[in-house]
């Protein structure tokens, strides 16, 4: 086992318990602090994973911008604090527990079935000129779809938004 | 590094994404265990397009699509619940069911 496994080991598991803490927290402010570190902890796996450039990106957008929209809309809704009030009732969660357990349990052992001998060969970070490249030359149709989609949210976002 | 390494933990942030949007009830929530998952989504992206080694970089320009399409869908989704407690004094998901019947 070498250094990179080691580290992406520990953002694993810092992650997969911070994710954990999410769904399962009794305050909700806590529960959005908990995914600044998820999401902080995937960005150093994308770092690990030879993509820099998704990796900054996923700081400053998911980090800086959506999580402090979440943090707005919790405000703003005047969240209320605790169990009885934020999950549903005990039959409903165990039912999602069951569903999401046997979700991981499905999905690992087929991962394990079909790529259980495949590595991840050593290789240099993509550079972000590679990544304009492509995303510029054979995805340029796709952007502008993507940025059409935003100016639609923003539009939609304001008019659902303000008072009148 | 195993390629299960990356996809183990995609699917197990996926599978809490999955318990979250069904275990709670406050809509804020929601939205955060939708988040979780499309950020599972975006490390398989990741992590097939390290092992595969493409040449287009396929997988981090989707990966790129795929946060921007979720800061679209956290924008929209914020703006209908802040909607929804304005005119109903609730965000708990249960209770609104106006297109129910």
Do not use: C
């Amino acid at each position: 086992m070498n250094g990179q496994e080691i580290a992406f080991l520990i953002l694993a598991v810092i992650g997969g318990l911070a994710g954990l803490l999410v769904v399962t927290s009794r305050n909700v402010v806590h529960a959005a602090l908990f995914l600044v570190v998820a999401l902080s902890s995937i960005a150093g796996v994308f770092l690990l994973l030879a993509a820099p450039f998704v990796a900054f990106v996923q700081v400053i957008i998911y980090v800086g911008a959506i999580v402090v929209l979440i943090l707005f809309g919790i405000m703003l809704t005047r969240a209320p604090v605790g169990r009885r009030v934020l999950d549903n009732t005990l039959r409903a969660r165990v039912g999602a527990f069951v569903i999401g357990a046997g979700m991981f349990v499905m999905l690992t052992v087929f991962l394990a079935g079909a790529f259980g001998d495949k590595r991840i060969a050593n290789q240099a970070a993509t550079s972000t000129a590679a990544l304009g490249d492509s995303l510029f030359r054979n995805y340029v149709l796709p952007f502008e779809a993507v940025s059409v989609l935003l100016l639609a949210a923003l539009i939609g976002a304001i008019v659902l938004a303000r008072r009148d | 590094m195993p390629l299960l390494y990356p996809l183990v933990f995609a699917a197990f942030l996926f599978s809490a994404g999955v318990y979250g949007v069904l275990a709670r009830r406050n809509a804020v929530m929601v939205l955060m265990s939708i988040e979780l998952m499309l950020n599972a989504v975006n490390v398989n992206l990741v992590a097939f397009n390290a092992y595969l080694r493409d040449q287009l970089v396929s997988g981090q320009v989707f990966a790129l699509f795929v946060i921007a399409v979720a800061a679209a869908e956290v924008g929209i989704g914020l703006a209908i619940v802040l909607l929804i407690f304005r005119n109903r004094e609730t965000v708990n998901i249960d209770e609104v069911d106006l297109l129910r019947w």
